[in-house]
């Protein structure tokens, strides 16, 4: 008589599959996550506008200087009621997956180290780029729960927080993420252009907007908040997309929650 023998792998035998000996819970990939959390603050921004625009024009063209205008700013209609609700619960559920992503980003830096060069500048550049993410989010927060008609000069100064902490997260980004490649995959060196582009773009859009801000706020020349409101939406837009080049740096990867359970060998 011939005896079989079952054979169960035990847990400090190596799995084909990752997840063999694991019960899941919960599986999302990352590509998802990014596509949820940078459209639901992009389409709410744009339905605000919409909104905003067509029912409550005189209330977001409003400004101290009362000359003519067209486009009103992110802060004018995401600071009427109901557009406010909207966005801030757009925002709330926005921080969530945003704070995850920061700490991806930051495993991932940390586990492709070795490959750097000068290990000790790039450690710096990746936990300064793990923190500037964080306030930036932070700022985002501040900035959309203290709206500009409740509390303008804390408004402006969180406002001013985002933009520096949102653009110094980028070039450390860019820096961080081209220290630990020394070789590319295409996706990455399509990330890594995709990001510079945006990089730009914003550091463009920044400087237009400060300069029209000035010929608004001081010398309120005719159409230079419309100017400085379309520079902060390509601004935010912008934002937005070098946030979303994530799912070319993780086009495969997924969130798991899963649980070990213990394995018998039997002979």
């Given at each position: 008589?011939t ?26 990939s ?23 625009y ?15 205008n ?13 557009q ?36 000790s ?60 490649h ?40 005719d ?9 902060e ?6 934002n ?28």
């Amino acid at each position: 008589m011939t005896t079989k023998t079952a054979v169960v792998k035990s847990v400090d035998e190596p799995a084909d599959d990752p997840l063999e000996n694991m019960l899941l819970f919960f599986n999302l990939s990352i590509r998802k996550l990014a596509f949820v959390g940078v459209s639901l603050p992009l389409i709410t921004l744009l339905t605000c506008l919409a909104t905003a625009y067509v029912f409550q024009y005189d209330d977001v063209h409003e400004t101290h200087c009362r000359v003519y205008n067209v486009i009103p700013s992110i802060s004018a209609i995401t600071g009427v009621t109901p557009q406010t609700y909207m966005w801030r619960i757009a925002v709330a559920f926005h921080v969530g997956p945003r704070m995850v992503i920061a700490q991806v980003y930051y495993n991932y830096f940390i586990n492709q180290m070795s490959k750097a060069a000068d290990k000790s500048t790039t450690y710096i550049l990746i936990n300064l780029c793990y923190w500037l993410n964080l306030i930036e989010i932070a700022a985002i927060c501040g900035v959309t729960y203290i709206s500009n008609r409740e509390n303008y000069p804390v408004h402006e100064k969180i406002f001013i927080l985002f933009m520096l902490s949102s653009l110094l997260y980028m070039i450390v980004m860019i820096k961080t993420f081209n220290k630990v490649h020394k070789t590319m995959t295409e996706h990455q060196r399509l990330s890594y252009t995709i990001k510079k582009i945006l990089f730009t773009v914003c550091i463009t859009s920044t400087f237009t907007l400060i300069i029209y801000f000035i010929k608004h706020r001081f010398y309120c020349h005719d159409l230079a908040f419309t100017w400085f409101a379309l520079s902060e939406y390509v601004l935010a837009v912008s934002n937005m997309a070098f946030h979303f080049t994530i799912t070319l740096d993780f086009p495969h990867e997924q969130l798991i929650v899963a649980k070990n359970f213990p394995t018998l060998k039997m002979d």
